[in-house]
Nanobody
Framework: QVQLVESGGGSVQAGGSLRLSCAAS????????MGWFRQAPGKEREGVAV???????IYADSVKGRFTISQDNAKNTLYLQMNSLKPEDTAMYYC????????????????????YGQGTQVTVSS
């Protein structure tokens, strides 16, 4: 059974940084693609960044150059380093895992993943 537990969210001023962590269990033989999604109030959930087993990555255009996704297989942990944060980055951030290879978004839409964590809140003030 895949379980994902996020941590590291919080409140920060614009221009600041945060690092999110996701402790994963049950993923070693069940998942291929892992990533981060976010959902702001009144908006649909959107993909932020994903990483394949071969460590190839895909980022949303809105976070390219500011966010970095990585994973530590020895610790079964996924990370999202967020720098130069903006108020529009404010959202609930979810760790996610899927059975298949990562696929780029199509027409701006990301396909849904099989598993999600409970989320961690990120709030960026101006």
């Amino acid at each position: 059974q895949v379980q994902l537990v996020e941590s590291g969210g919080g409140s920060v001023q614009a221009g600041g940084s945060l690092r999110l962590s996701c402790a994963a269990s049950g993923t070693k033989y069940s998942t291929y693609c892992m990533g981060w999604f976010r959902q702001a109030p009144g908006k649909e959930r959107e993909g932020v960044a994903v990483i394949d087993r071969d460590l190839s990555t895909i980022y949303a255009d809105s976070v390219k150059g500011r966010f970095t996704i990585s994973q530590d297989n020895a610790k079964n942990t996924l990370y999202l380093q967020m720098n130069s944060l903006k108020p529009e980055d404010t959202a609930m951030y979810y760790c996610a895992a899927d059975r298949f290879k990562c696929v780029p978004p199509y027409g701006g839409s990301w396909y849904p993943f099989a598993w999600y964590g409970q989320g961690t809140q990120v709030t960026v003030s101006s």
